[in-house]
């Protein structure tokens, strides 16, 4: 091979190959990628491909029913040794069936509330479990008063904290209770100024007398407008309770805080029903006639009776 003039060895470096053969007598091998010298075929290893390993997603355990208890009544005490301290009642019926539970006497100035549920403590269901709460509240219930000053509204507290003021203590107590008993359904008492059907353009809260409000899909809608109809058809034309339907539960946005409708979201498989009843010309004993018509023909309808 005849000697390369300085010409022929600037081109022959300039190509891919020449630039190959001087980086591999150099060492260097960062300057041409060998992909890139014209006639070498580079072999790339396959990829192994990364084993895709799924973890299953564990399956939520549900948590046990409560025990089926011996025929009785189980007399319960909420916030006891304070000066708060509220009483109820937990009948067992010996059998397993329906759990129920009724609010009485959240806030001071709703004796039809109250009253009805201090009736309902007293009754014996056949099958499931009745607990009855009658009065919450029971200080602001002596003064007759919504609720005292320092207290907190019990219907705007859940699901509480023990360690806020006295009515969100209670609210963390009653969500407790419910908890360990964990009730289908619960009523919570209540009574407005006017009636519902009464309030005209600017009827606002002070006129929600004479409804029943609840959340739910189709199945707890249906059986609470059976038990309206059902009641309504045995009251007068002025009485008739106006049934309130949330879908979805939507209860737990309120500025104020939230109300006993936003229980499902603090204890599984529970329904809130809200129960207004009008004060205006309407005696308290027919406003707890009234209450105790709505849950009894709940107890009825669930075959606790």
Partial sequence: MPPMDRRRFLAFSASGIGAAIIAACSGRTDEVPLDAVAGLTVATPEATPTPIISTPVPTPTPEPEP??????????????????????IVFHSGQAGPRLMVLGGVHGNEPGGWMAAERIATWEVERGMLIVLPRLNHR????????LDGYGDLNRLYPGDPEGPPMARMAAEIVALARQWRPHWLFDLHESWGFYNERGVNGGTAFIGQTVTTGGGPETQEMVTAVVEAVNQRITAREQLELRLRPGGVFGTQRR??????????????TPILVEMGQDSQPETRRSELHQLIVGEMVTRLGMA
């Fill in 67 to 88: 025990p089926v208890m011996p025929r009785g009544r189980e007399f319960v005490t909420l916030m006891a040794g304070t000066e708060f301290e509220a009483s109820g």
């Fill in 257 to 270: 805080g939230t109300s006993s409708l936003s229980l499902g979201n603090a204890v599984p498989g529970l």
């Fill in 140 to 147: 602001s219930a002596a003064a007759f008063q919504r609720t």
